[in-house]
């Protein structure tokens, strides 16, 4: 597609709930990262593949974040047991070959934890 | 650790007026430095991109600037309009290229008519 399309657009989740977001990246971008967007702050890295290769989770809150890009395209990132913390719009970003070219966000996906 | 700074939080201004935004970083080793403005309950769009070999660029109303060794960027937006009313958020990419934006907590520019 011409842009970063994210699923679904909002999401409620009851406390304890496992939750999955999905990202179709622009066709062909080789860089896939995921950011997440806490009320009134800067998005902050959660993980980052290279294809289908997750090269840096660093940014991952704890062990119940699990991202996954099993193909090269499209990911999906899955929160287990959620909690209220984890409330929060979740971006996700693609970007192509070359230096030149910066990131693409895609709307994200709005997750509210009750 | 890499951190980026964007004063002001808020700025308010009438139609018309040029105004400035202002970003700071402490680690001068980036690979590129971008501005992005988001709108409420939406994503990022980008704005502008520099290279660290790169002083500016401009693109129609907005001129973004950088000197990397001050760790300083400014966005410069001419002749405001209530449309440009949004956020607009800094990020540094590291020294290495495809790795994480790093960014500010933006800029909220109200401008009203």
């Known amino acids: 597609g011409a842009g970063v399309s994210q699923s679904p657009r909002y999401k409620v989740a009851k406390r304890g709930q496992d939750v999955a977001l999905r990202c179709d990246p622009i066709s062909g971008h080789v860089s896939l990262f995921w950011y997440q967007q806490a009320l009134g702050q800067g998005p902050e890295f959660l993980t980052y593949f290279q294809n289908e290769a997750q090269l840096d989770k660093s940014g991952l809150p704890s062990d119940r974040f699990f991202a996954e890009r099993p193909e090269g395209s499209v990911s999906t990132l899955k929160i287990q047991r959620t909690q209220q913390e984890d409330s929060a719009v979740y971006l996700c970003a693609s970007r192509g070959r070359g230096d030149y070219y910066g990131y693409t966000f895609g709307s994200g996906t709005r997750l509210t934890v009750v | 650790k890499q951190e980026v700074t964007q004063i002001p939080a808020a700025l308010s201004v009438p139609e018309g007026e040029n105004l400035v935004l202002n970003c700071s970083f402490t680690d001068s080793a980036i690979y590129n430095l971008q501005w992005f403005r988001q709108d409420p309950g939406k994503g990022l769009t980008s704005l502008l991109l520099?290279?660290?070999?790169?002083r500016e660029q401009t693109s129609g109303r907005l001129n973004a600037s950088l000197d990397k060794s001050s760790g300083r960027s400014t966005l410069y937006i001419a002749a405001s309009q209530p449309g440009d009313s949004a956020t607009y958020l800094c990020?540094?990419?590291?020294?290495?290229?495809?790795?994480?934006?790093?960014f500010g907590k933006g800029t909220t520019l109200s401008v009203s008519s």
């Open positions: 990020a540094v990419s590291r020294f290495q290229a495809g790795t994480a934006l790093i």
């Open positions: 520099i290279q660290s070999s790169q």
